[in-house]
């Protein structure tokens, strides 16, 4: 009954990680910045200044190490003053699952679609730890899983989309993908692909299932 809903011009759902199916780790840098006395997005503003060179986007493309990351974060962050550790940063970026999420996901691969995780992830050093359990569970759900530390790439840049596509077996015409930063949407959209920022889990699961014609909770 599912197969016969859905939209069939749609053979794949790209999601976002963090802030799309974890919560956003927006969230967790404002309280730190409540809790050390800095400007609330002040960490979101380092990571915005030269975004495609700077160290955040050097981490994501496992150009540099989190050791690395450390000092040259900290460096970045004292030129707009204040100091603010890489390391702390790093120590910010694990959230919760959204249950509600998982259920969409559920339903999207019921409904036979092609899933795939695109991610802009930075590659653990040992004070790290293992994965959350639940997390492991919840990436082993998806057929692809592209991450920026391991392809080279990382979105917004449009070779990353292209490699999602490539292991999907689709054309971004065929895909709807889900992410919280309308910078990573915009480029996906220039390819073809139906975007949705993920403002809100509710409204973007009714967005998803608009998108689908689909039951998605």
Known sequence: MIAMMIDTSVHAVFW???????????????????????PRDFIRSVNATDSDT??????????????????????????????????????LLSGDVRPEMIVALDRVIAAGLITACLTNNVVSDDRSGPAHPLVTEVMAKFDHVIE????????????????????????PEQCVFLD?????????????????????????????????????R
């Open 180 to 216: 919280d930063l309308g910078i990573n949407l915009k480029p996906a959209r220039a390819m073809g692909m139906r975007t949705i920022k993920v403002v809100s889990a509710d409204e973007a699961i009714d967005d998803l299932a608009a998108a689908l014609n689909l039951d998605l």
């Open 16 to 38: 976002d990680f963090g802030g799309v199916i974890l919560t956003s780790p927006f969230e967790a840098f404002n309280h730190y910045e409540l809790a050390n006395g800095l």
């Open 54 to 91: 700077n160290a955040w986007a050097r981490l994501e493309r496992n150009d540099i190490t989190p050791a690395e990351f450390d000092e040259v974060f900290a460096h970045e962050s004292s030129r707009r003053g204040h100091r603010v550790s890489g390391a702390d940063v790093l120590s």
């Open 148 to 171: 920026s530390s391991k392809v080279g790439v990382r979105k917004p840049e449009t070779r990353f989309y292209d490699i999602a596509c490539e292991l999907a077996g689709v054309r």
